[in-house]
């Protein structure tokens, strides 16, 4: 059974610094793997995907990485802000549907 | 662009009733998803569709029940509600081809069962 981690369940920065959230997951047969951001009480949105042929992608701030040998992804966001702060997820697709199985979250706050 | 919508948003009901939780996706999207989120337990997946007609459990299909007549229709039954499946429900459908199987979620029912 596939099983995701996320470290660290929380992390707190001050505004304008980068940081990293790690993933890992212990069945590398994996499809893609999706990082989310849910902010409190709301839904989640798509930030990146990844397939598992991919090393990483960007959009903006964020920059994605996989390894799939040793079932690690990272999320580095670059010159965080006050709006940055929600959880984010980390999900992999795996089976005929790309059906996700998700971590935990880290729970992100960026101090003004 | 409506994209996947949910209704209702809030439900309190009682132990024993049946609800019935809709999501509704413009996209033509083949693939949907149900998923629960609990404190503790992050989100799990109930139940997935490839297209309509065809459903497919997933970790936690106990206790609720899928029907997919229609494309962009996935509903979701609790046929006899238990104090257990108080939680946040999501849906989700992505196209499921390569490079476009991004899954984009709905914003969510919260169900309380008294």
């Known amino acids: 059974k596939q099983e995701v981690t996320q470290i660290p369940a929380a992390l707190s920065v001050p505004e304008g610094e980068n940081l990293v959230l790690n993933c890992s997951f212990t069945d590398s047969a994996i499809y893609n793997l999706q990082w989310f951001r849910q902010d409190p009480g709301k839904g989640l949105t798509s930030l990146l995907l990844i397939q598992s042929s991919q090393r990483e992608q960007t959009s903006g701030r964020l920059n994605a990485s996989l390894d799939k040998s040793s079932g690690r992804s990272t999320l580095y966001i670059a010159a965080s802000q006050p709006g940055d702060s929600a959880t984010y997820l980390c999900a992999v697709g795996s089976g005929s549907a790309r059906q996700l199985t998700f971590g935990s979250g880290t729970q992100l706050t960026v101090l003004p | 662009d409506a994209g996947i919508t949910q209704s209702p948003r809030y439900k309190i009901t009682e132990t024993g009733r049946q609800v019935t939780l809709m999501c509704h996706q413009t996209?033509?999207?083949?693939?949907m998803f149900w998923y629960r989120q609990d404190l503790g337990h992050g989100l799990r997946l109930i139940y997935y569709s490839a297209a309509a007609d065809i459903t497919d459990k997933g970790e936690v299909p106990d206790g609720y029940v899928v029907s997919r007549s229609k494309t962009e229709n996935f509903p979701l039954t609790l046929e006899s509600a238990t104090r257990s499946q108080t939680s946040v429900y999501f849906c989700a459908s992505s196209a499921g081809t390569r490079n476009t199987d991004t899954q984009y979620f709905g914003p969510g029912t919260r169900l309380t069962v008294l």
């Open positions: 996209w033509s999207h083949s693939y």
